[in-house]
């Protein structure tokens, strides 16, 4: 009996030694796992850091590039006008056509920030002197032989039928052609999209305001970047649907672009799906509908009232008034909100008097006017003009006595006692050579 008992204690004593020894074993080798599943982590932490240091140093040396391009085309383009020989005119669709420049020395073409413009300056029969006029460049700047830019034959006003139709574009469909050579200047403008940027960005165009959006649509796609670029574009039918195949194929074959065509009036045989993507106008509601959010970057160009409705209910939508940017010709563009005068200022303003010398009018200003392009205009009172934005220098004027103030800084200032009439006001009492 003793003896069993002392071998009962013998093997229960053995079966709690495996049991503590598999306790101890399972014990380590948990503690082993968890060990060996924090240092994992801790890799795996070090390895995500590494690939957002080396991520955010790819786009730090991707920033300083661009920024010594953007230099490199500053200081790469050429004073007054150079000769370019029209290598291709392409009808695109009703009334629009897209003509291809190329340097007539043959020499390197300076690229461009994406939206800006040329200005042309025309020797149409029977002016004393050449007309001047900017058109948009449509293709990305990432071309390196040609520069294009889209133009569509300006129409009489429906209510002013009587008006002949606009002088430079008329030129450009009816009488420009393939293999002749015109006076162009280097690219300019202060609308344009930062390609150093990686925000998401909204293009929004009406007829051929296109242009300017194509080029920045282009010049995501051709740098390779993923930037994320919503494209609404407003026309009436096909007929007026301006590089409808490029446009299909560069929202096909590129993911983060996304196209949305506006058809207001679409042909009997113009399919929704197929030809365009949504009946009606370009407006904040479908905006609205089809993004996410409305924290994003938006780019307009159109005539003044596409804008002004887009403007306006980009403005109610809460979008920030820094975060919207349109294209500034013509005098039929929205303009951007200028802190007013003061009072005191209004009062000055409204004392001073403004003598076109030529047309022998002497003038109260009126300060509503904004500048005196826009003041000789409704006064009846010729001064050339092109961009009506301080870039192009067609409406320089002679200053016979006073000062001017600019309303906008110009692209640069024009000769001593001279005058940008597009984005100054008199400072003074003011006789100009008009």
Known sequence: MQSFLENLRTEAGGSLSLAAGLVLTFTLGLWAFFEMARALWRLYGDRQEQLAAIEKLHNEVREVKLRCRELEQSQAGWNGCRKFTVAKK????EDVHAFYLKPHDGRPLPAFKPGQYLTFQLDLPGRDKPLVR????SDSAHQKDYYRVTIKKEQAPPDRPELPPGAGSTYFTEVVKEGD????KAPTGHFFLDMTR??????IAGGVGITPMLCMANAIAASGSKRVAYFFFGVRNQREHIHKAELEKLAAEHENIHLHVCYSRPGPDEVKGRDYHHEGRVCIELLKAVLPANN?????CGNGAFMKSLTDGLEAWGVPEKDVHFEAFGPATVKKKTVPPTPTETVHLARLEVTFSRSGKTLRWEPAAGNLLEFARAEN?????GCCAGSCGSCVVAIKSGEVDYISQPSSLP?????LACVCRPKTHLVIDA
Request: with cysteine; aromatic share 12%; hydrophobic share 40%.
């Open 90 to 93: 392409v009808r695109e669709c």
């Open 134 to 137: 900017c058109y948009s460049l």
């Open 181 to 184: 050579i015109l006076n162009v």
């Open 198 to 203: 990686m925000n998401p960005v909204v293009l």
């Open 296 to 300: 994003f970057e938006y780019y307009l």
């Open 381 to 385: 009172v010729k001064i050339d003009s």
């Open 415 to 419: 000769d001593a006692g001279t005058c």
